[in-house]
């Protein structure tokens, strides 16, 4: 059963070490997103990527950095992790030409910051 | 920027009772309009969504919203509330295009026996 893919799953760090969320969906959707979500805020937007090529920035993109490696693959990166990114990240996908289509979410990667 | 606005972030209901949850969001253009639901441990499901169609908006599991232009509104109701009900829903907005979506903080609903 396929969709939107998150790897890994739990995450711990110690402060200024840096790590690199995965994120891959096989849905052939053009846009996709990074989500983080903390208790009594919702989701927030970190970036998207509105099509292969193209990101740009959400809400709280500070101490961010993304890549549309290709279609399928959009990843997340810390360059160096502060404890205020302990979170859970969320990636989505969409298809932006299809308004009947839902907006697809991985699982989550529970990530803390030490 | 587009915002939505949660009210109240925990409901709890009696099993078979009414469920609503509130939700007003603010854009200076008809947006497109969602609600989410999430259990434990897991991504975030659409429930319905609002796309300049029908005002009053049919989901799964018997969930419905209605979208008030006046009232800047969309909230979520379910006539009887079952036990598999119990979770975080969240309402969320979005401009043409898909570009970004703005979520609101959540309501976690507990269902009562």
């Known amino acids: 059963n396929a969709g939107v893919t998150q790897t890994p799953k739990f995450q711990v760090l110690k402060t200024g070490q840096s790590m690199t969320l995965q994120c891959a969906q096989d849905?052939?959707?053009?846009?996709m997103y990074w989500y983080r979500q903390d208790p009594g805020m919702g989701l927030r937007l970190i970036y998207y990527s509105a099509s292969e090529g193209t990101t740009d920035k959400g809400e709280v993109p500070n101490g961010y950095n993304v890549s549309r490696l290709n279609k399928r693959e959009f990843s997340l990166r810390l360059e160096s992790a502060a404890p205020s990114q302990t979170s859970v990240y969320f990636c989505?996908?969409?298809?932006?030409?299809?308004?009947?289509?839902?907006?697809?979410f991985g699982d989550g990667t529970r990530l803390s910051i030490l | 920027a587009q915002s939505v606005t949660q009210l109240g972030s925990h409901v709890s209901v009696s099993e078979g009772a009414l469920v609503l949850l509130r939700c007003n969001y603010s854009s200076s253009v008809p947006p497109y309009l969602f609600w989410y639901v999430q259990y434990p441990n897991q991504g975030l499901q659409l429930l319905l969504k609002y796309t300049s169609a029908a005002t009053l908006v049919k989901g799964i599991n018997g969930f419905e919203a209605e979208f008030k232009k006046s009232e800047t509104s969309f909230h979520l109701t379910k006539p009887s509330a079952h036990m598999s009900d119990a979770a975080e829903y969240f309402c969320a907005v979005s401009g043409l295009g898909f570009n970004k979506f703005y979520f609101g903080s959540g309501t976690k609903l507990n269902v009562k026996p």
């Open positions: 849905m052939n959707h053009n846009s």
């Open positions: 989505a996908s969409i298809d932006r030409g299809n308004s009947n289509q839902p907006q697809h």
